[in-house]
């Protein structure tokens, strides 16, 4: 594998990127501690594992309670008989809000992936003069506060009749979106040998059947990869969602979450459980792909 | 008449020829700038959606816009706006509230990342289970962590109600001591005040209105903050961790140093790039804030939570005094792009460098 030098804003390399995530250093199942060290670091582990746990124990325990079960005084207690109470009153609240997040997050996660690969692929291995420049450029679109491109963002979403739609919300953050997913394919596609391409062009073929032909099918791990980062991304986001759609019905979980816990007449056991259904999707990805979703995060962050 | 078809055949085909010849040549100049062709719609699209509209927002931030109805008439003098801002007591608060945050939560949020990557990185047994239990948070969105801490963090239940049912005011009680109650983000209290210092170095600065110190209520969000990010940190360390030799480490220790000391002189040295890199993110993370704060506590008893995100969103869509918001987000941009463009244009520089 030829090492491509331009690797400076840092990713992993295609050898590595589905490899075991970051920080297993050394193989094997683990032992039992030997020395008074290696005790003692586990056991100030367990306590902080144990302290980072305590809000997934709240919302789990609230949403497990009746209301009656719920007042503020026991919040810590376990509740006294299993209920779904507090998750299907969540789940009332805020079902059609979580069914609009997915009709935003699984066609701009899609869109922005597909645009990120051509464009990685262009800034990694079709360069030309000045692309290096441009795709800093571009790259600075990822760390800007949305907050300076809000207004003239709704005034552009009104003018093509977009504004207050999920669609237009899925074109913001497809645009946004690209800058990161750039960025993610360009370091993949920098670990894949010139030698692939060299010979697809041998062939005679053209820019984009080699990318199609050549690139593409090499790209499943990096789609993964910058899919999984994407979703969560988009899932999460707040400001666009708040912003592009502020109709009750259409709002996207986060809003909805947000308004359901500023609300007085919602018991808290019942913000509890939301917080902790509007979060399953991007803690299911965790959980069940966690390597890949490391991966995301350890290619994404500009290093 | 043979001769005439064989002469029409010929001509027809030199210009067959010509012409698949310029379509060959123009098809050679299409493909050799197609990768500009391939790149250019989504281009022009990022270009115009950040740059454009910042520019936008700028023309917004010096003109007279400041109700529902559009005014993009320029202000005299231009930076009219801009001086209010400043002056305003409200905006001043959320400057000092972003500068107290941001040092806190890069300082605590880097600490706890590296105390934990050292730690998961020498525990012998369950690394993979603790590494996922304290980047867990990270899959979370800011709203759901704002929204459960701000329970946790509600003075009448949560972290003050372990206080009472796990007996630690009990004990203080018993002790002689006050039992603890802490008002979290609802204490409006900020402990000291460079006011009249500042006012005596450079007299102008008397007119600050807020109060320059530290807002108690900043604290559960450094902690939620914390919570949330600090097992990226710690993801971050542990790949820096995993490029240091053992070698290393052994080497310093047949030397005569501790495991600590091995640490502190030798292998947390060699992360600096990393430490870096960490800081350069939580940085401009932080300097961007605005969900966790909104869900978490809102602008707080005076003020003390509040931040420029959410001033901004609060001039421009409740109260449509739209060149304040934009001149307000136009502050935020400055700050993000000071601690960014230093760390890209390096790093574009090391990329040239590299590129032979």
Not at chain 1, 17 to 32: D, E, F, I, Q, V
Not at chain 1, 178 to 206: H, K, M, V, W
Not at chain 1, 278 to 285: E, G, K, R
Request: hydrophobic content about 50%.
């Amino acid at each position: 594998v030829s090492a491509d030098t331009d690797l400076a804003i840092d990713g992993p390399a295609l050898p590595d990127l589905l490899a075991t995530p970051t920080g297993r250093t050394r193989a094997g199942r683990g032992r039992r501690p030997q020395s008074i060290g290696e005790w003692v670091v586990l056991l100030v582990l367990v306590i902080f594992a144990a302290l980072f746990l305590v809000p997934f124990y709240v919302m789990i325990t609230a949403g497990f309670k009746t209301a009656a079960a719920a007042g503020v005084d026991h919040m810590w207690r376990l509740p006294s008989s299993l209920s779904w109470s507090g998750f299907s009153a969540a789940w009332t609240a805020l079902h059609a809000n979580i069914g609009n997040s997915f009709e935003v997050v699984i066609p701009a996660t899609i869109i922005s992936c597909v645009i990120g690969s051509l464009m990685g692929y262009i800034f990694s291995k079709l360069k030309f003069r000045g692309s290096n420049l441009l795709f800093n450029i571009i790259l600075i679109g990822m760390f800007i506060p949305y907050q300076s491109i809000l207004v003239p963002l709704v005034r552009f979403l009104a003018a093509v009749g977009l504004y207050g739609t999920l669609t237009g919300l899925a074109l913001t953050h497809v645009v946004y979106g690209i800058p990161i997913t750039t960025l993610i394919f360009r370091n993949y596609y920098a670990g894949l040998p010139n030698a692939l391409l060299e010979a697809a062009q041998i062939d005679g073929a053209s820019t984009l059947q080699t990318f199609r032909r050549v690139i593409l099918p090499l790209s499943i791990p990096g789609f993964i990869v910058t899919g999984l980062f994407q979703f969560t991304n988009i899932w999460n986001d707040f400001l666009f969602g708040l912003v592009v759609v502020p109709d009750p019905s259409k709002q996207v979980a986060t809003v909805a979450l947000n308004n359901l816990s500023g609300s007085l007449t919602v018991n808290w056991n019942v913000v509890m459980a939301g917080a902790l259904l509007a979060a399953i999707p991007t803690m299911f990805i965790y959980l069940v792909l966690g390597r890949f979703f490391v991966r995301g995060l350890m290619a994404g962050s500009v290093k | 008449m043979a001769v005439d078809t064989s002469h029409n055949t010929r001509d027809i085909a030199a210009k067959r020829a010509a012409h698949s010849a310029r379509r060959r040549r123009i098809s050679r100049t299409i493909e050799r700038h197609m990768p500009k062709l391939l790149i250019a719609p989504w281009t022009i699209l990022v270009l115009i959606f950040v740059y454009g509209f910042i520019g936008f927002t700028v023309v917004v931030s010096i003109s007279k816009w400041n109700s529902f109805g559009e005014n993009l008439h320029q202000r005299s003098p231009w930076y009219e706006t801009y001086k209010q801002l400043f002056l305003d007591s409200r905006f001043q608060a959320d400057l000092r509230n972003l500068f107290i945050f941001t040092v806190l939560f890069l300082f605590v949020g880097t600490m706890m990342g590296l105390l934990l990557a050292i730690l998961v990185h020498n525990v012998v047994m369950a690394r993979g289970f603790f590494r996922s239990v304290f980047l867990f948070p990270y899959a979370l969105s800011f709203i759901v962590s704002g929204v459960v801490w701000r329970w946790l963090f509600n003075p009448e239940t949560g972290v003050n109600l372990l206080f009472k049912v796990t007996g630690v005011n009990s004990a203080l009680h018993a002790a002689g001591l006050k039992p603890l109650h802490p008002g979290w983000t609802t204490d409006p209290t900020v402990v000291g005040s460079l006011n009249g210092a500042l006012a005596k170095v450079f007299p102008p600065l008397k007119e600050i209105g807020a109060q320059l110190g530290i807002p108690l209520a900043l604290i559960p969000i450094v902690i939620a903050a914390t919570w949330q990010l600090g097992g990226f940190a710690m993801a971050m360390f542990l790949a820096g961790l995993s490029t240091v030799p053992e070698e290393v480490i052994e080497a310093a220790k047949c030397d005569g140093a501790t495991t600590v000391q091995a640490y502190r002189r030798i292998v947390i040295p060699m992360l600096r790039p990393t430490l870096v890199a960490t800081l350069v993110i939580f940085g401009y993370t932080s300097l961007k804030i605005f969900d966790l704060v909104f869900a978490l506590s809102g602008s707080g008893p005076g003020f003390s939570t509040d931040v420029p995100g959410i001033f901004v969103y609060d001039e421009t869509f409740r109260a449509f005094q739209y060149n304040t918001g934009a001149a307000a987000s136009v502050v935020m941009l400055v700050l993000v792009v000071a601690v960014v463009i230093p760390y890209l244009a390096r790093t574009y520089r090391g990329q040239e460098g590299d590129a032979t």
